[in-house]
């Protein structure tokens, strides 16, 4: 597996991550807070239920769902953005562990929504269907709801107009690309509807497909 950036570049970022996800403007967290509030909508959580939020950074996302009453776990590789997100909300059940890892011990726990913001940008297509697959597959209960927002780029001229117009916050990732990784979800039985926030991001559901 690839991993383009190792924990510890996350430890280095984590007392000033909140600051910069409220940023409102720019690359690469324009629309980040309507992303967060959109994740959250389309889940429509319910009293009780199970939330899982891979990469949860310091759990601002894992937040929103316990207004709703639910029972929340959040997972992250970085262990200060853990720490922090820990003090902020003890109500929520953080670990310590790479989102790519299996989910679980000799008892695979499922959940009623799975969730992530800003994660999936990291790892290349195969990685990111092998992850989808895996989730859907032991970790998501029946008819419920597997939702990523992240950096999405209509195609490659879209994605070299926004390195150019912001050089400083530009590094080269796995971003998705609408034109191409939605065709290479659907040929491995998945479907991904979007609905975009900003010129860089955008709120994916992905279902398997009954073929």
């Keep these: 597996m690839i991993m ?35 994740i959250v909508e389309i889940c429509r959580p319910l009293d009780h239920e199970h939330i899982l939020d891979l990469g949860c ?25 853990i720490a922090i997100a820990r003090q902020k909300h003890a109500a929520v059940h953080f670990q310590v562990q790479d989102v ?3 989910i679980g011990g000799h008892v695979v726990p499922r959940y009623d929504h799975i969730v992530s913001a800003y994660v999936f940008h990291h790892f290349p ?8 697959l895996r ?34 916050d530009w590094d080269e990732e796995y971003f998705w690309m609408e034109n191409e990784d939605f065709a290479t979800f659907q040929a491995s039985g ?4 979007m609905e975009r926030v900003s010129f860089c991001a955008a709120v994916m559901k992905i279902e398997k497909l009954n073929v």
């Design 4 to 38: 383009q950036f190792p924990p510890e570049s996350f430890d280095d970022w984590a007392a000033g991550y909140d600051a910069e996800t409220e940023r409102a403007f720019g690359y690469p967290f324009e629309g980040y807070q309507q992303l967060l509030a959109r």
């Design 125 to 132: 297509i195969e990685e990111k269907i092998q992850l989808v």
């Design 57 to 81: 950074g310091t759990g601002s996302l894992a937040a929103r769902f316990l207004t709703f009453g639910c029972q929340v776990t959040g997972i992250d590789f970085s262990e200060a953005m």
């Design 100 to 102: 790519r890892a299996p």
């Design 190 to 193: 998945l479907q991904v509807e």
């Design 135 to 168: 989730l859907l597959r032991q970790n998501l209960n029946p008819g419920s709801q597997l939702v990523i927002g992240d950096l999405v780029f209509e195609d490659q001229a879209a994605r070299d107009a926004a390195a150019r117009a912001y050089p400083a």
